[in-house]
């Protein structure tokens, strides 16, 4: 009854954000003519790396709905470049620097300053001036004459920023106060199949595209097991290819090649998996004034070949995943994902850890993870809905069943 209550509360809290962002159309038009000569149909969502405590959270968020373009936006007169600038909220904006090519036009710089004074998108914050951050590969662009499309995410990496743009039509050095007739569709909307030619942008490794193998990686002292584990692992590192283009790389461990190492002390536990696809070292933590354990730390090293700097050394920082009172065991049989850095996230599949005291050499009582209970949220209502049903059933039978005995003994 409580998790129905809690699933309910989700929702509606759910709802609340919905409201929040929609596709926003912006405008910009000289004051001399009366003619737009940029139009832009914009849903954008931000996440944002900022400083709180002893923490780095991310804020998450939408270009709200009362966003506006501001009056700094221009048609770009005298030499200057066209330029659409949304205001929203206390002092942030997003300008859209646009430039022509020889074949049409793109946005040029992208460019994000947001104010850390506002509590609202980044409660807690440490700072308190507004940030500056641009991006000259946005790779928005268009042929003249037409508007660009792109209904599916396209991401723009900025220092410590992302920015998702998606449901996007924009058009710029426009002549008639609409859109032109004709479209330039990103790649990211186009099929697949109709662009075998162009390089993809995610490269599989070689013999693994799909859920990884699931392995058990223990460390133990003298006095027994300190950690117990049991996972499949995929990793996605996002690199810059030769080209200077974001390309993702995805690859599982292989558990059979993998040599498990650590170090067993009273409050850290320090597990690495060593395997010639890349070294992990995953650092737990016991609070013994909370009580629980946790995972604080991740070091990857590892190779991507088709980097233009193939090596990578990414460390997580203090980061707090897969907390679980002492005695317990964490379980997560869904895919779950812990964001390393914003260049790597390790996928976990059918995950069971434990750290510190371990009675008995196995596993305590298991804590799932809240994907796995909204997971069963489904087979409970269907189950007290078909016991529903065979309680109607029934009734209605000896319902019946006593008319019929009247029935008899009128005859
Ligand atoms: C930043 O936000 C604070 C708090 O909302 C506000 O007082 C301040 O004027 C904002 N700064 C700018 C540059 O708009
Ligand atoms: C911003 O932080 C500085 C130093 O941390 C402080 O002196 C200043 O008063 C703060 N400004 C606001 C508006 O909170
Ligand atoms: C834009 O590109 C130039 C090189 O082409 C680079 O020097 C500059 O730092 C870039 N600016 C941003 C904001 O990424
Ligand atoms: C944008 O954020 C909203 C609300 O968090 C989410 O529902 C939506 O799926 C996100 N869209 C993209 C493309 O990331
Ligand atoms: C602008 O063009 C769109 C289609 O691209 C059309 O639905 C809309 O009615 C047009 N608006 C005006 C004012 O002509
Ligand atoms: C890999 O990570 C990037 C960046 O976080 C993300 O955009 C992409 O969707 C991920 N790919 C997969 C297959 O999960
Ligand atoms: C670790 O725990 C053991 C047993 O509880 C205790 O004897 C030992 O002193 C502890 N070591 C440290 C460094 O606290
Ligand atoms: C342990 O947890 C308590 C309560 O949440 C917290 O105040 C304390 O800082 C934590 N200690 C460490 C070493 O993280």
Do not use: W
Request: aromatic fraction near 10%.
């Amino acid at each position: 009854m409580t998790r129905l209550g809690e699933a309910a509360l989700g929702i509606a809290l759910l709802v609340g954000i919905f409201q929040f962002g929609s596709t926003i159309r912006f405008e910009v038009k000289d004051d001399s003519s009366k003619i737009s000569c940029i139009l832009a149909d914009l849903s954008i969502n931000f996440t944002v790396d900022y400083k709180r405590g002893d923490k780095q959270p991310k804020a998450e968020f939408q270009l709200p709905n009362n966003a506006v373009s501001d009056k700094s936006s221009s048609c770009g007169k005298n030499g200057s470049l066209p330029v659409l600038v949304i205001a929203f909220g206390p002092g942030h904006s997003l300008s859209v620097q646009f430039n022509k090519s020889d074949s049409g036009y793109q946005v040029d710089v992208l460019t994000f300053r947001y104010n850390l004074s506002d509590a609202t998108l980044f409660p807690e914050s440490i700072d308190n001036d507004t940030k500056v951050v641009s991006s000259n590969k946005s790779e928005i662009t268009a042929k003249t004459n037409q508007f660009y499309q792109c209904s599916s995410p396209h991401l723009i990496v900025m220092e410590n920023v992302n920015a998702t743009f998606y449901d996007v039509k924009l058009q710029a050095y426009l002549t008639a106060n609409n859109y032109s007739t004709n479209a330039s569709i990103c790649k990211e909307d186009s099929p697949p199949t109709s662009a075998p030619t162009t390089a993809p942008t995610t490269t599989p490794a070689p013999s693994n595209n799909t859920t990884p193998e699931i392995g058990t990686y223990n460390v133990s002292e003298k006095s027994g097991y300190c950690i117990l584990s049991k996972m499949g692992l995929r990793l996605n590192v996002t690199y810059k290819n030769k080209d200077e283009k974001d390309a993702f790389y995805l690859f599982n461990i292989d558990p059979k090649s993998v040599n498990t190492t650590g170090k067993c002390l009273n409050t850290s536990i320090s597990m690495t998996l060593v395997s010639n696809q890349a070294h992990i070292q995953f650092d737990f933590v016991l609070n013994t004034t909370e009580g629980k354990f946790y995972l604080s730390h991740v070091h990857v090293n590892t190779t991507v070949p088709e980097a233009k700097e193939p090596n990578f050394d990414i460390d997580s920082g203090s980061v707090s995943f897969l907390k679980t009172t002492e005695h317990k065991s964490y379980k997560c049989n869904a895919k779950q994902t812990l964001q390393i850095t914003d260049k790597l996230s390790i996928y976990t599949y059918s995950l069971q850890v434990q750290a510190f005291d371990i009675e008995g050499n196995k596993f305590g009582p298991a804590v799932e993870c809240a994907a796995d209970e909204n997971g069963m949220l489904v087979p409970i209502i269907v189950g007290a809905a078909l016991a529903g049903l065979v309680l109607i059933v029934l009734i209605a039978y000896l319902i019946g069943r006593k008319r019929s005995h009247a029935g008899y003994q009128t005859i």
